[in-house]
């Protein structure tokens, strides 16, 4: 290897245009930008999703439904996971603290207890909401159901 034969490794020198550099850099008088209208002037740009007149996409599509601005959401908790919870862990009492401490909800969820699975043990659950099914079959093996 000389320095005769030294080359930039492949891909890595770009040719670059030199726009509004004078006549000789083939970019110059109106330096790719054509002549006369808004595109061409400096201070030049469209507001976003402007297509040309054409009407944007943001509105063509159809928009329906309804966003309830106050609707509330719960994290789903199910009597299979509590009863899981009381296997492994040997938890005696279920709140949002110890489901938080088990990795089951997040710092700022609200719990809703729900009724799917089988409670095999007496357990007093303190959730934010729980359903009909839920309470019953807490209530049914002698636990007991608190709504914070």
């Given amino acids: ?6 080359t930039p490794a492949k891909g890595s020198v770009k040719k670059t ?5 004078g006549q000789g850099s083939g970019h110059g008088g109106t330096s790719t930008r054509g002549h006369k209208g808004a595109k061409s002037r400096s201070g030049y740009s469209t507001k976003i999703g402007f297509e040309g007149g054409q009407m ?31 296997e492994r862990k040997n938890v005696t009492e279920i709140t949002p603290d110890v489901l938080r401490t088990h990795g089951l909800i997040s710092r700022n969820d609200l719990v809703k207890v729900l009724g799917r699975g ?3 043990s007496k357990i007093s659950v ?13 209530e049914g093996q002698g636990g007991n159901c608190s709504e914070i």
């Fill in 1 to 6: 290897m000389n320095l005769h034969n030294l």
């Fill in 118 to 120: 089988e409670l095999k």
């Fill in 56 to 86: 944007p996409l943001q509105r063509r599509v159809p928009k329906f439904g309804f966003k309830n601005i106050n609707r509330v959401e719960y994290k789903a908790i199910n009597l299979d996971i509590i009863q899981s919870l009381i």
């Fill in 17 to 21: 245009k030199r726009i509004a550099r």
């Fill in 126 to 138: 303190s959730a934010h909401k729980f359903s009909d099914t839920a309470k019953a079959l807490i």
